[in-house]
């Protein structure tokens, strides 16, 4: 079983792009996504599931773009 893990890495905007249109290509070429997050590579797999969430409280608004699987 692996251990639980809540990371959020901030990254400079080149970054970031870098990263959504590399989810992007893999998306439109239907293959897995390789990432690497804070030292540890992952691989979502083509049959992940993709949403978008959106959060506001009084100060603050917040959009995340979410990638969920089960590890089998």
């Known amino acids: 079983m692996a251990a639980?893990?809540?990371i959020e890495k901030t990254y400079p905007k080149a970054d970031f792009i870098a990263k959504l249109r590399r989810l992007a290509d893999a998306l439109e070429n239907d293959t897995r996504?390789?990432?690497q997050i804070a030292g540890e590579r992952l691989y979502v797999p083509v049959r992940a599931i993709y949403n978008i969430?959106?959060?506001r409280t009084d100060?603050?608004?917040e959009i995340e773009f979410q990638i969920r699987w089960n590890r089998d």
Do not use: Q
């Open 4 to 6: 639980e893990r809540d």
């Open 33 to 35: 996504f390789e990432i």
């Open 53 to 55: 969430e959106h959060e």
């Open 59 to 61: 100060d603050e608004e």
